[in-house]
Each structure stands twice: as structure tokens, then as C-alpha cells.
């Protein structure tokens, strides 16, 4: 694909605007850490010149040196012509304020749980009441490990069916050194699991058979067993809503990513009480039930 070279001498204030314009017109879809064809190129930009995207401010009239500019042009290039994932370049994604490692083996680490996380679930979640902690379908850990800054005197363990995202998922644990209170299991749901807890978070795949023939590119270049979830997307959700009383303290919670599959989950369901939390786009996404609740729906 023919496009202008970024031009040197420039700061990087306006070599973002130049990649801006290029990555809006080319074929992407931005949701994978990112959110619009800025914040891809202000993503590459702050990469290639070694800022950290953590920090609070930004040297937006820096000028790359022909490394980095060159740096910035393949990033570039790269994003438009494969249509992956920013992260799955770059091997980093945020999440939750939390810095992640990530390649194509796992799901690029975003979720609705990264808006309630550091905000400890309040006020729907009891925090002195949570010291056992689960993440079902893992994938990269991002979950498990953001739960275990935000519920410091926790443990928490994760599950993950995927041996490759398993491996993703460890390699994130390490780099966050919470070797100690984050243990990775590999299984399907609860299968290597003997304990109850006080808290269980799940984003599941949840994407209907239909809704996978109408993803952008970019989700197919993610694990497709990441997304499908059945006819209705709500497969593996039905076997978690079945099997979680039986792991869930006597106050415990649990809450569950279910995105699109939302409104059928709510006709297959009409006995659950879902409480949805509300998100920042008003989205129907997330829903908590607790132990009592699955309990006397006795599915």
C-alpha cells in the first residue's frame, strides 16, 4: 500500500498527526488498548521515542532522531498492512493502569472489569470480606494480577483452558512479581479447582456464531477460542452460572463479562436478579449475582 513517509525534522505533536490521518484512512477497527486512530499513533510515538505511556505528561515537541523516526514509519507501516493489534506489535497492552506483556498466543487485555477493578467493585463488593480470590479464562492474567493490586491482602487464583495463554499469563505474573498470591491453573472453568471463594470474576468468550462472521480483522488475528461462545455466546457462560454456587463462599460474589450476549442471557434467565454495573460508554456488560441468589435459582 502506496502512503507518505512520515517527514523528519518534525516534533511529535505533529508527526502524531500525520499517522493519525493514515491510520483513519486506512481499513482498522481500534478497541485493543486503543480507542481511535490517536491514540494508536500517540501509542507508537511515545514507543519509539521511549516515553512511558504511564507516565502523567508527554514530550510532545521532542523530535526523533532518524532511529526513531524509522521506528515509528515500520510501526506504522506494520499496524496498516497486517491490521493487527497495536499490542500484539509492540508486546504491551494497559490495563487497569497496569502495564502488561502480550502476543498473539492471548486475547489483547481490555474488559469492562478494568473500569471496576481499581475501584475495589464498591459499593457492591464487601472489601474486608474478600481474601480468596478466582479469575476464570485468564487469557494474558490481566485480570487476576489487576485483582491483586486492587485487594492487596489477597490471593488470587486464575484459570486459563490454553496452555499458550497460560504461558502469557505466567510470563505477566513474573513481570509483576506476584508470584506469592497469583497461582495459574490450567483447566476448563472449575475443573482444577477444590475451594470455595469470596470473590470469582469471569470474562468468558461470549461472541455468537453469528456475531464472529462480522468481527473486524483485528479480532481474527486474536485466539478465536478467546471469542466463541455458541449459538447464543452464552455456552460457557451457562456451565459458570451452573457450577459457581458450588464454588462460592456464603457471601461471596460473583461477576461476569457477557458484553454482547447480554439481552439473551437475560431471556434464558429470566429467574436471576442480574445486577448490571453500570460502565463508563452505558454499556450492559457486566452483571453480579451473589451466592444466594444462584443458589435459590437452583440451576
Known amino acids: 500500500m502506496s502512503r507518505t513517509a512520515l517527514q523528519i525534522n518534525l516534533p511529535l505533536e ?8 493514515q491510520l483513519e484512512a486506512a481499513p482498522l477497527f481500534f478497541g485493543h488498548s486503543t480507542t481511535s486512530a490517536w ?3 500517540a501509542w507508537i510515538a511515545m514507543h519509539a521515542t521511549d516515553q512511558d505511556m504511564g507516565q502523567d ?3 510532545w515537541q521532542l523530535i526523533p532522531n532518524a532511529a526513531q523516526l524509522q521506528s515509528m514509519q515500520a510501526l506504522l507501516d506494520q499496524r496498516i498492512d497486517t491490521q ?3 499490542a500484539y506489535l509492540l508486546n504491551e497492552a494497559w490495563f487497569a493502569g497496569h502495564r502488561f506483556y502480550v502476543d498473539e498466543r492471548a486475547i489483547v487485555p481490555r474488559s469492562y472489569f478494568g473500569e471496576w477493578i481499581p475501584e475495589q467493585f ?3 463488593v464487601d472489601i474486608s470480606g474478600v481474601k480468596r480470590i478466582l479469575d476464570l479464562c485468564t487469557g494474558s492474567g490481566c485480570i487476576a494480577i489487576a485483582l491483586a493490586h486492587a485487594f492487596e491482602g489477597s490471593t488470587v487464583d486464575a484459570t486459563e483452558l490454553s496452555a499458550d495463554a497460560l504461558a502469557v499469563a505466567q510470563e505477566n505474573v513474573k513481570r509483576h512479581n506476584l508470584q506469592s498470591r497469583v497461582h495459574l491453573h490450567q483447566g476448563d472453568l472449575f475443573s482444577s479447582l477444590n475451594q470455595r471463594y469470596d470473590l470469582i470474576c469471569a470474562n468468558p468468550p461470549y461472541i455468537s456464531h453469528d456475531r464472529m462472521d ?3 480483522t483485528e479480532f481474527l488475528r486474536e485466539p478465536d477460542m478467546a471469542f466463541r ?5 452464552l455456552d460457557i457462560v451457562a456451565r459458570l452460572l451452573q457450577q459457581a454456587p458450588d464454588y462460592l463462599n456464603d457471601d461471596g460474589v460473583l461477576i461476569v463479562e457477557v458484553g454482547t450476549a447480554a439481552l439473551d442471557l437475560e431471556a434464558q434467565y429470566p429467574q436471576l436478579p442480574f445486577t448490571w454495573l453500570s460502565t463508563d460508554d452505558e ?10 441468589q444462584l443458589r435459590e435459582a437452583d440451576l
Not at 505533529?14 to 490521518?21: D, N, S
Not at 461462545?229 to 455466546?233: A, F, K, T
Open 283 to 292: 454499556a450492559m456488560a457486566l452483571f453480579m449475582l451473589n451466592a444466594a
Open 214 to 216: 462480522k468481527l473486524p
Open 229 to 233: 461462545g455458541g449459538d447464543l455466546g
Open 122 to 124: 464498591s459499593p457492591w
Open 84 to 86: 493487527k493489534p497495536l
Open 14 to 21: 505533529a508527526l502524531i498527526g500525520q499517522m493519525e490521518a
Open 57 to 59: 505528561e508527554f514530550d
Open 39 to 41: 491514540e494508536d499513533a
